[in-house]
């Protein structure tokens, strides 16, 4: 969003910049024709001076408007923002304790033997008794309960010399 206030911005001063342009313009041709003569095929070199400072102007003023249709257009800041809030969105859908079981299906069969002993424990088990029901290692299950986090499935909290593994809501 902020590229287009820009871009019109832009525009803006361009036409400011058209408006100067114009004036100077007038101002240098009408010198040119006082200060040079008036013969058909005489050469002045002030109007030919005038014509390059003419041709220099429009093309700096063309350059800049450009540049402010560009941002209003083409500007990419407002696609980005808008798959970053679609990213926000996905991450803040919260997963149902019905649609845990739909998700079991998508897991490698360790993470559903992990959280199917939180399911089975009304959504909140102590990592230790993991350990103890799985009959897995320690850092086995802590491996697995990292996959599962990162997939936000599950969340640890800490609680004394251990972990509780929760459900996420």
Do not use: W
Not at 18 to 36: N, P, R
Not at 38 to 52: M, P, R, S, V, W
Not at 150 to 156: M, N, S
């Amino acid at each position: 969003m902020k590229n287009k206030i820009a871009g019109f911005l832009v525009i803006g001063i361009a036409i400011l910049m058209g408006f100067v342009i114009y004036s100077y313009q007038s101002t240098l041709s009408q010198l040119a024709t006082e200060t040079c003569p008036i013969t058909g095929d005489a050469f002045c070199i002030h109007e030919e001076l005038a014509n390059q400072q003419i041709n220099i102007n429009v093309a700096i003023l063309v350059l800049v408007i450009a540049i402010g249709f560009y941002l209003i257009f083409f500007s990419k800041e407002e696609r980005i923002i808008t798959k970053l809030l679609r990213v926000k969105e996905q991450v803040s859908k919260k997963i149902s304790k019905d649609n845990y079981r739909k998700v079991l299906s998508s897991l490698e069969s360790d993470e559903k033997d992990v959280l199917e002993h939180v399911l089975s424990s009304n959504g909140s088990i102590y990592q230790s008794a993991l350990v103890e029901k799985t009959g897995f290692s320690k850092v086995h299950v802590t491996r697995i309960l990292d996959k599962l986090e990162g997939k936000q499935l599950i969340e640890r909290k800490r609680r004394g010399m251990t972990n509780i593994v929760l459900l996420r809501n």
